[in-house]
């Protein structure tokens, strides 16, 4: 069965970090390149960040750029999403999703990690 | 940056009934467009793809139309699990984005 299971997120205060990570399974993961989508409660889909299949191209919204870094361990199946001076806004659940293609759309995505940023 | 823009924010539908929403780019993303589906506590599913083509398990009843700036999702006969939030998202062009969604509830 082709799967996304991401780690726990969690409860972090403003300015903090966080590293999460999806793992993949069921099919090849070096073959794919992969995101990251955030909802924030009660608000629609936002998408964070994107990387290749070989891990040479990486790509972000603006508001996370310069803050949050993507990675991939394919050996290990394993997306990252190292997330650094967290804000409350960055507050959402975090969703990782496979694409087809080239970064066209998401057809496989996890169940999603709720990270909290407050004081 | 490209926007999307859904209308209308809510669709009050009836079962049985017909459902068309609507979905705007700021600029053509030609025909790279994508329809998802979420219900509460759910991750988004995927129901179309390059602006009219079924993903895997999609039903018939579910359509994708609409090229360029201007695309519609139709779904005939409104089933009950049917009732949802329906987002399209573009992928012509970096930043990907998504509309702010449509929410489909009975009437």
């Known amino acids: 069965e082709v799967q996304l299971l991401e780690s726990a997120g969690g409860l972090v205060q403003p300015g903090g970090s966080l590293r999460l990570s999806c793992v993949a399974s069921?099919?090849?993961?070096?073959?794919?390149?992969m995101s990251w989508v955030r909802q924030a409660p009660g608000k629609g889909l936002e998408w964070v960040s994107a990387i290749s299949d070989d891990a040479t191209r990486t790509y972000y919204t603006g508001s996370v750029k310069g803050r949050f870094t993507i990675s991939r361990d394919s050996s290990n199946n394993t997306l990252f999403l190292q997330m650094n001076s967290l804000r409350a806004d960055d507050s959402a659940i975090y969703f990782c999703?496979?694409?087809?293609?080239?970064?066209?759309?998401?057809?496989?995505w996890g169940t999603g990690t709720t990270v909290t940023v407050s004081s | 940056e490209i926007v999307m823009t859904q209308s209308p924010d809510t669709l009050s539908v009836s079962p049985g009934e017909r459902a068309t929403l609507s979905c705007r780019a700021s600029?053509?993303?030609?025909?790279?467009l994508a329809w998802y589906q979420q219900k509460p506590g759910q991750a988004p599913r995927l129901l179309i793809y390059d602006a009219s083509t079924r993903a895997t398990g999609c039903p018939a009843r579910f359509s994708g139309s609409g090229s360029g700036a201007e695309f519609t999702l139709t779904i005939n006969s409104l089933q009950s699990e049917d009732f949802a939030v329906y987002y399209c998202q573009q992928y012509d062009k970096w930043p990907l984005r998504f509309g702010q969604g449509t929410k489909v509830e009975i009437k």
């Open positions: 600029q053509s993303v030609t025909s790279n």
């Open positions: 069921g099919f090849t993961f070096s073959h794919y390149d």
């Open positions: 999703a496979r694409h087809t293609d080239y970064f066209h759309y998401m057809d496989v």
